[in-house]
């Protein structure tokens, strides 16, 4: 089904993402509660939402629940509707077992099926057909990453007079591996909807690039692909730029300052028994953070006597992700494996090799345990950004810690030089790195976190989302549809 043509809503600014700010729960009486969920999307997004009127669309985390608009904080919360046999197909299936891992560079395997493709252009219609109705005359449309790239398109086929745009939060994959997709000229012709397509860096707005050359016959120039008009003739532009996104520095500064997050530190070190090198992970549970790898480099380090548990320990938090996904129920087995087979190895009595927290924690323990870490793990094989390399600078307001940061995270192309960088396949290096980085001198770890301070302080979330909506109102306005 598409939308009505005639009805617009009265929004100025429509965010339409997966999910929605927001956590809903059901009470025992079947009615339905809903608390905030403070993402690093929507502290970027409220002020400009609350100042320009905003609606926000996107799913409720629950099958099968429906539920009005409502406000919340000043801005219209619109819940879309997701059915459980569309979460298992378009949601785990599409998004996250076909798309995930083939833009992550196929480091698991993409599973290609025709039902799931059903599925995701179903539900990519009905968010289309959500923000339709939302936008006012005229107004701004922000659709947001891989799981909505069918959007923009559907969008502009309803509603000509808006300006369309869209994020790709992860990596745009180059295109001799997202050629294997064979719905390929769909998501190119879905995301060509839009009039600015942002990316997170210049490479992966490239990526884009190239795949438009070869799988389509509009022509580029730089990163501006020319769409054809009705006669076959020149038409609208679609711009392609990076728009690397960051993280509400201040607010996590501030907290690392606060004294009870500083206390907390000191406990957390204490906990650990007081090691001279706190080393910390801090991912989701998902295959692209190359947490077997890390694991594996440290596990090495322990057996070859260059580190030892009593002077280093390394604390892994991996937050619960993606659960009812194959490949992720596979990745947690792997780890849960190797941190048992290294602990029951290397581990003492009050000294345990690998501290594993299958938890998620609020800001303030994500803090506090940046401040107690030493080195900062950040190993992805492929990584859009990676935002606890940011986090972890942010809140360093004491000049020390090192990031140890892999080559295939978007943070690398933005922050070096002042990480230490990894290649995590190549293990020996990753092995070389850890130490280099548990054993550098005060001076030079200041040294660097100094440039990493005001690369992350200076170019926060506020400034990424500005200059994406400053690029996109600029953009002509066009009614006409293609
Ligand atoms: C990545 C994606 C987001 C996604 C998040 C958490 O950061 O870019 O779109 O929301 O992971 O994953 P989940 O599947 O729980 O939404």
Do not use: C
């Not at 004294?259 to 910390?280: T, W």
């Not at 998620?360 to 506090?368: D, K, Q, V």
Request: charged share 25%.
């Amino acid at each position: 089904q598409t939308g009505d043509r005639s009805v617009g809503g009265e929004y100025d600014l429509v965010v339409v993402a997966n999910r929605l700010p927001v956590d809903f729960s059901v009470r025992s009486d079947g009615g339905v509660d809903w608390q905030r969920s403070p993402g690093g999307l929507v502290t970027a997004l409220e002020p400009v939402m609350q100042q320009a009127d905003g609606a926000w669309v996107g799913w409720s985390g629950a099958p099968d629940l429906a539920h009005e608009p409502f406000d919340a904080d000043e801005m219209r919360l619109v819940p879309v509707t997701l059915s459980q046999a569309e979460i298992e197909r378009y949601y785990e299936g599409f998004s996250n077992d076909t798309l995930w891992p083939l833009y992550h560079d196929v480091v698991a395997t993409p599973t290609y099926h025709r039902q799931w493709w059903d599925a995701y252009r179903r539900v990519n219609q009905r968010f289309a057909d959500a923000a339709a109705a939302q936008a006012a005359e005229g107004a701004v449309v922000w659709v947001h990453d891989y799981q909505l790239q069918l959007v923009p398109k559907m969008l502009r086929d309803q509603r000509p007079d808006l300006r369309i745009g869209f994020f790709d939060h992860i990596p745009f994959p180059p295109v001799e591996l997202f050629q294997q997709l064979p719905w390929r000229r769909q998501i190119i012709e879905g995301l060509l909807g839009a009039d600015l397509l942002g990316f997170q860096r210049g490479g992966d707005a490239s990526n884009f690039i190239r795949a438009v050359r070869r799988l389509t016959d509009y022509t580029t120039r730089g990163p501006i692909v020319t769409m054809t008009d009705e006669d076959g003739g020149p038409g609208r532009h679609v711009r392609a730029a990076a728009f690397p996104i960051s993280i509400d520095s201040t607010r996590f500064d501030e907290l690392a300052r606060t004294p009870e997050v500083q206390a907390r530190a000191k406990e957390i070190r204490a906990d650990l028994g007081d090691p001279e090198v706190v080393m910390l992970g801090v991912d989701r549970l998902d295959y692209t953070k190359g947490i077997r790898h890390r694991i594996k480099a440290y596990g090495e380090l322990l057996q070859d006597g260059r580190l030892d548990v009593e002077s280093s320990t390394l604390v892994q938090v991996a937050s619960p992700s993606r659960e009812n996904v194959g490949a992720y129920q596979e990745l947690r087995e792997h780890v849960e494996v190797l941190v048992g087979h290294i602990n029951g190895e290397f581990g003492e009595l009050g000294h345990s090799a690998i501290h594993y927290l299958h938890h998620s924690y609020p800001p303030e323990e994500m803090a506090a345990l940046y401040l107690a870490a030493d080195v900062m793990l950040v190993t992805s094989l492929r990584d859009g950004m990676n935002l606890v390399a940011k986090e972890y600078v942010a809140a360093r307001s004491d000049e020390q810690g090192v990031l140890l940061l892999s080559e295939f995270t978007g943070a690398a192309d933005e922050l070096a030089p002042g990480p230490v960088l990894v290649n995590p396949h190549d293990i020996d290096g990753l092995k070389d790195a850890i130490v280099q980085a548990a054993k550098m001198d005060p001076k030079e770890q200041r040294r660097r976190m100094r440039r990493l301070r005001r690369k992350v302080m200076n170019d926060d979330v506020a400034k990424w989302s500005d200059s994406f909506l400053g690029v996109l109102t600029a953009m002509p306005r066009r009614t006409s549809h293609v």
